[in-house]
């Protein structure tokens, strides 16, 4: 047990019977009141990865978080609702106490050799050796990502009445060294902080309410990525009666997309 990385700790399933299992939320991955989002994300996403009756490669994966996860053991339920000839589709749902505090989809398939076209291109910069660390403002899950910004840093408390950028670039690796799979790539997804803060430039009360995120990597794209750091991406569209929504991008250092995301965000700023 003590061998194990802090991730691969705090994401272990124990098989209570055929797509039900239990896990335990982690202090080595906890946020202001309850598990790192990103966590409970990667706990679900494993739920139906690591099932033996699954199917195909992971496409893509919706997380709904319905309440706070309290410290303790998580109930997961997980199935596959349909299996087609290419793809397949499971539901997972997280409960505590005998009451739902997650819900989650996920999409696995497999993926034919066709027309392939990559428009999108890496963004420039500052190379991760010449950036200093993220101070982190508290223990907790923010301690296991070395997090470097490239540009938009978030600020906790700014005096500023005009909304800044809501577009933030940062390198992200994983402290203490973690090789990338899927399970720490579905975690990446949600390790962005909400743009509310970097639009207000200090501490709002915000909380993910739902996310997608969409796999474009292989397993051999991201075995070639290993341990290096990937290139991640947020930014905002609109921030409007208590939600705004949240994109993201993760980049490999081939310049590679790995995952994309898209949030609902709720947040409490009053006017």
């Not at 997608?212 to 921030?239: C, I, N, S, W």
């Amino acid at each position: 047990m003590s061998s194990l990385h802090p991730f691969d700790h705090a994401t272990l399933l124990d098989a209570c019977g055929e797509g039900r299992l239990k896990a335990q939320t982690s202090d080595a991955y906890w946020n202001m009141v309850g598990p790192f989002g990103g966590l409970v994300a990667a706990v679900l996403f494993k739920a139906a990865h690591a099932d033996a009756r699954r199917q195909g490669e992971p496409l893509s994966l919706t997380v709904n978080f319905c309440a706070a996860v309290a410290k303790g053991v998580m109930e997961i339920v997980a199935r596959p609702a349909r299996t087609n000839r290419s793809t397949q589709h499971w539901t997972m749902e997280m409960r505590q106490g005998g009451e739902c505090v997650a819900t989650a989809t996920a999409m696995f398939g497999t993926r034919p050799a066709t027309f392939e076209h990559r428009p999108l291109a890496m963004p420039e910069a500052t190379a991760f050796a010449n950036l200093k660390r993220l101070p982190p403002p508290g223990p907790g899950w923010i301690e296991r990502f070395d997090m470097r910004f490239a540009d938009g840093p978030p600020a906790w408390d700014r005096p500023s009445h005009a909304p800044a950028s809501a577009q933030s670039l940062l390198w992200i690796a994983s402290d203490p060294p973690r090789a990338l799979d899927f399970v720490g790539l579905a975690a990446l997804c949600d390790i962005f902080f909400g743009r509310i803060i970097h639009v207000r430039q200090r501490m709002v009360p915000f909380g993910t309410v739902s996310m997608t995120a969409y796999f474009h990597a292989t397993e051999t794209d991201l075995a070639m990525q290993g341990f290096a750091p990937v290139l991640g991406k947020a930014d905002a569209r609109v921030f409007d009666r208590g939600y705004h929504d949240q994109t993201a991008e993760l980049w490999g250092t081939d310049g590679r997309l790995l995952a994309t995301s898209h949030q609902l965000v709720y947040f409490r700023d009053p006017a």
